[in-house]
């Protein structure tokens, strides 16, 4: 049997008020299978929750299985956030050099080399970072770079260069992220 729905609309958002903030967690623990896409999904949703120690050893597990390019360069970026957030630099630029050895144009490894050398003070190193993010491809697999990204690289380039006390470099940063991305405040 078929039947046809007219003038029916699905509309999705997100609630302000999460009733069970660890139900997809609790079912992906659940699930004892080593599937790619469920360690994947299970290293996600513990990342999410601040369960870095815990979203590391999933997303190891997921990296040695994986199927999906893109999903594996964004489980790599999100092992490497984890050991940021852990305080582990060492590791979490190992991680983001090893994305950018599979994948050269992916803009976020860069962004975060940048930002770990920024925390540092290392600053003629964080500005070398994020001038390359800006010249990798605007389109990588199903991620967009987006122009809020170009406009944070620009952003943080400019801090860099101030902080190296080359002002004509800092302002140049500032105007391009003026010109190019007017929606940011």
């Not at 609309?9 to 599937?35: A, C, D, G, K, Y």
């Not at 929750?49 to 997303?59: D, G, I, P, T």
């Not at 299985?65 to 594996?72: A, F, G, I, R």
């Amino acid at each position: 049997d078929q039947f046809e729905l007219n003038d029916v609309v699905f509309v999705h958002r997100h609630s302000q008020v999460i009733l069970e903030p660890e139900r997809n967690l609790t079912i992906l623990n659940s699930m004892v299978q080593e599937v790619p896409r469920i360690l994947y999904y299970r290293g996600t949703e513990l990342f999410n929750h601040h369960k870095y120690k815990e979203a590391s050893v999933a997303y190891q597990k997921y990296m040695r299985v994986s199927e999906w390019d893109t999903e594996l360069y964004d489980a790599k970026l999100n092992l490497a956030l984890s050991f940021g957030f852990e305080n582990d630099y060492i590791n979490a630029r190992k991680q983001c050099l090893d994305v950018i050895l599979s994948e050269p144009n992916y803009q976020p490894a860069y962004n975060l080399l940048g930002q770990i050398a920024m925390l540092h003070k290392q600053y003629p190193e964080a500005a070398m970072w994020f001038e390359h993010s800006l010249i990798c491809s605007k389109v990588f697999y199903m991620f967009d770079n987006t122009e809020s990204t170009v406009f944070n690289s620009l952003v943080n380039l400019a801090v860099c260069y101030a902080n190296t006390g080359d002002k004509e470099r800092c302002m140049r940063a500032i105007e391009k992220a003026k010109k190019n991305c007017i929606d940011q405040e």
